[in-house]
Nanobody, 122 residues
Framework: QVQLVESGGGSVQAGGSLRLSCAAS?????MGWFRQAPGKEREGVAT????????YYADSVKGRFTISRDNAKNTVYLQMNSLKPEDTAMYYC??????????????????WGQGTQVTVSS
């Protein structure tokens, strides 16, 4: 497991942008983001694999969010554009993909950050 430190959350009006960052304490084979809104289940937002650079996105954020990674810094970014009130949630950085599973499954990851709040007002 690695330690994950998130930053970049905050409040923004609908249509605005935010950029989340997450620094890992060491190498990971993948990094990504989940989110959880009050009263809702945790949802996979995006994941990027270190080796291939492959990326995966939830349908709800495709075309608006972009995940990227600086391998030299073990840091992942989530650029969020055209934000909507329904994007309001606690966003969690995840890392360390297991051999089996799906990128959108919480059990697929062995490291979680403490979360950063994103609030989008209408």
């Amino acid at each position: 497991q690695v330690q994950l430190v998130e930053s970049g959350g905050g409040s923004v009006q609908a249509g605005g942008s935010l950029r989340l960052s997450c620094a890992a304490s060491g190498y990971t084979n993948c990094m990504g983001w989940f989110r959880q809104a009050p009263g809702k289940e945790r949802e996979g937002v995006a994941t990027i694999y270190t080796g291939s650079g492959d990326t995966y996105y939830a349908d709800s954020v495709k075309g608006r969010f972009t995940i990227s990674r600086d391998n030299a810094k073990n840091t992942v970014y989530l650029q969020m554009n055209s934000l909507k009130p329904e994007d309001t949630a606690m966003y969690y950085c995840v890392a360390g993909c297991r051999w089996l599973g799906h990128w959108y499954s919480p059990d697929y990851y062995n490291s979680w950050g403490q979360g950063t709040q994103v609030t989008v007002s209408s």
